[in-house]
């Protein structure tokens, strides 16, 4: 499947999720990770704000579970620079203030900046991904560049409502490969 027609199939099939069903597979994607997952193992975990109007996977749940049991775990999330398409990160807690983008991104107000070496685990967000672990996400590359600047011990790891393609056919050596993708049903692991 190439880039373009998974983006739209799948953009289609997410818009067709209730909110409700949103909110019970994101929890299920949640609970495999944390299953997976020792998150206590991390100074430093980078997730997505969920974009609600656009049914992304609901990071709240998330959220949630990090500052109830992981406290001493830093999160972080970006603020995007439209124009350069870069993503400058930052450090945030219960107390820090959002507020939407033009793009609808939900961004902090009074976070801490950090470098992408300071992140060892980073959620990714997506439409879709394949069997080998290329993704496809809204097609502007913010996130690729971002990939490519962390350490190579850094985990990264796909959140998606849907299970794989066998094959993004146009991935590119500009694709940056997840570790990991987790869906509501299973957790899946690819070479590095």
Do not use: W
């Not at 609600?52 to 998330?62: G, H, I, M, P, R």
């Not at 998606?160 to 694709?175: C, K, R």
């Amino acid at each position: 499947m190439k880039k373009l027609d998974a983006r739209i199939k799948y953009r289609d099939a997410r818009n067709l999720l209730t909110s409700d069903k949103v909110d019970i597979m994101s929890q299920q994607i949640f609970n495999n990770f944390f299953k997976e997952f020792d998150a206590s193992e991390y100074s430093c975990i980078h997730y997505f704000k969920s974009i609600s109007k656009l049914k992304e996977v609901n990071t709240a749940f998330f959220e949630k579970v990090m500052y109830e049991k992981f406290p001493q775990v830093k999160l972080a999330t970006s603020v995007t620079d439209i124009n350069s398409t870069l993503l400058t990160h930052y450090t945030i807690d219960q107390n820090t203030t959002f507020k939407e983008n033009l793009l609808r991104i939900p961004e902090p107000v009074n976070g801490k900046k950090i470098s992408e070496k300071e992140i060892n685990l980073v959620f990714v967000p997506m439409f879709v991904f394949d069997e080998v672990g290329h993704r496809v996400g809204y097609g502007k590359g913010y996130y690729d560049r971002f990939l490519r600047e962390l350490t190579s011990e850094c985990i990264t790891v796909g959140l998606n409502f849907f299970p794989p393609v066998d094959l993004i056919e146009d991935a590119s050596e500009f694709d940056i490969s997840l570790n990991y993708c987790i869906t509501p049903e299973k957790v899946y692991k690819f070479k590095k």
